[in-house]
């Protein structure tokens, strides 16, 4: 049950879906998912670190920043179905068709530029 609590108290956030959905695109640069988001850095970390004790996404730290995805394969089936589902379900809302836009031309901005602006706003 506690694997379960921590998937649902994962999800109970407009703003942690809204990371998951942009992972779905593969790795990205935690100073991009702040500039997607536009949230404090130290709000998105807390949000990213809820996500990854559900085992919704894995982390691997890259000199001074954390890089997120998505499992490849996920530990548990629950968790995998879990992934499954709402990236399904959420296909087409407006707010996640909007935050992959946005997402697209934030890629395309420099990543050691876009980490220099997030230490600035620490």
């Known amino acids: 049950m506690k694997e379960y609590l921590a998937i649902t108290k994962a999800l109970s956030d407009a ?3 809204r990371l998951l ?9 935690v100073c991009q998912l702040i500039e997607l988001v536009r949230l404090a850095p ?4 807390k949000h990213l670190s809820v996500l990854y004790q559900a ?3 894995e982390s691997r730290k890259r000199g001074r920043w ?24 959420l296909e ?11 997402l697209e031309k934030i890629k395309n901005i420099d990543v050691e ?10």
């Not at 130290?42 to 970390?45: A, E, G, H, K």
């Not at 087409?92 to 946005?102: A, L, S």
């Not at 530029?113 to 620490?122: G, P, V």
């Open 15 to 17: 703003t942690r879906v």
């Open 21 to 29: 959905c942009a992972l779905r695109g593969g790795e990205l640069c």
């Open 42 to 45: 130290s709000t998105v970390s």
């Open 55 to 57: 085992g919704l996404v």
């Open 66 to 89: 954390v890089h997120y995805s998505i499992p490849v394969e996920p530990t548990d089936h629950f968790c995998a179905a879990v992934l499954e589902s709402t990236f399904k379900e």
């Open 92 to 102: 087409g809302d407006p707010v996640i068709v909007g935050d992959e836009e946005r």
């Open 113 to 122: 530029e876009l980490c220099q602006r997030t230490d600035e706003k620490d």
